[in-house]
Every structure is written in structure tokens, then in C-alpha cells.
């Protein structure tokens, strides 16, 4: 790789790597390099879960969010009110999992399958942007740093514009 740091350091004697000569080492027996690790032997910078306070951060996240939905008369008739707080905790699960927590959601749900998962809903652009509308008043209410916020968001657009199902009909539009 050109210009790059190699991942895996080249065995012991070889002069590519280190412009010396000496006892060549099998090439199986090379380490893969840690730059850097931080307590409990995690990645230094740790997984953004954690970095953004894990479990507490999301279900509030989730929580502002289900707020503004209960007032949306487009989506709220599709979330399960008998269930709400069931809806709340997978959808907390969730991502959580995604973001390097705990993975209860997978454990207790099996594989996400978001697309099969809301199916049985029609989300159209209009019902996407509703959404997005709520999430992104839930991730205002979090006041991450700039970073965070960006690398949050861009996941949630990306996951809302894959959910639509359903086109207005022509006339609707």
C-alpha cells in the first residue's frame, strides 16, 4: 500500500522493513499493531456508545423522540400504543447494538432485518421526513459535540431514506 502504515508489521529481518539484515521470522508469525489502547484494554478513543454516554444518551434520544411522534398524525398511528414502551426499548436496543453497546437487541430479536421490520407500514418520502423531523429534534435535545451529532445524523438519514416503501400516487404528489 502505497503511502500508508502497514497494519501488520513485516517479520524480523526483513530489510524492506527495517533496512537491516538479520534472522528472517515466518511470515505467519507477524502481530497484527495496536497504535494505541486505552483502560481494559478497549480501543483508546473507546466506542462511540460510550463516548456519548451510552445506554442513558440513547433512551433519552429515543424517548424526546416518541414524544414529538405521539402529536404526528401521520406516524403515530403506526407505532403500537398498547406497546410503546416495548417500541422504546427496541428501538433503544437497537441502537445501542449499532453504536457498540450492549447487544440485548440482537440477543433477545435476532438479526435486525429493518427493511423485512417495516414492511408492513407504508413510509413514504412525506412519512420519512416526519420522521426525520422527530429524530432530529431528539438529537438537538442530546447537545452533542459537533462530531458526534454529524456521525449520529448521517446514520439516521441514511437508515430513514432506506425505510421508504411507498411513493405517493401521482396525483398526490
Not at 17 to 39: E, F, I, K, M, N
Not at 97 to 104: E, L, N, R, V
Not at 124 to 152: F, I, Y
Amino acid at each position: 500500500m502505497s503511502g500508508g502504515i502497514p497494519l501488520t508489521p513485516r517479520p524480523a529481518g526483513d530489510g524492506a522493513a527495517s533496512g537491516a539484515s538479520g534472522p528472517s521470522q515466518p511470515a505467519d508469525s507477524a502481530q497484527p499493531v495496536t497504535l494505541r489502547r486505552g483502560l481494559g484494554d478497549d480501543a483508546a478513543q473507546g466506542v462511540f456508545w460510550e463516548q456519548i454516554g451510552g445506554r442513558a444518551t440513547f433512551e433519552r434520544l429515543v424517548r424526546h423522540f416518541y414524544e414529538g411522534v405521539r402529536t404526528d398524525e401521520l406516524l403515530w398511528p403506526m407505532y403500537p400504543e398498547h406497546d410503546l414502551e416495548g417500541a422504546i426499548q427496541r428501538l433503544t436496543g437497537f441502537l445501542e447494538q449499532y453504536w457498540g453497546g450492549p447487544t440485548t437487541y440482537s440477543d433477545e430479536r435476532g438479526h435486525p432485518r429493518l427493511r423485512m421490520r417495516h414492511m408492513p407500514f407504508t413510509i413514504t418520502p412525506e412519512a420519512r421526513d416526519r420522521w426525520l423531523h422527530h429524530m432530529r429534534a431528539a438529537v438537538d435535545e442530546l447537545q452533542l459535540s459537533p462530531l458526534h451529532d454529524a456521525t449520529l445524523w448521517a446514520y439516521l438519514d441514511r437508515a430513514a431514506h432506506a425505510m421508504v416503501n411507498a411513493m405517493p400516487a401521482p396525483g398526490d404528489r
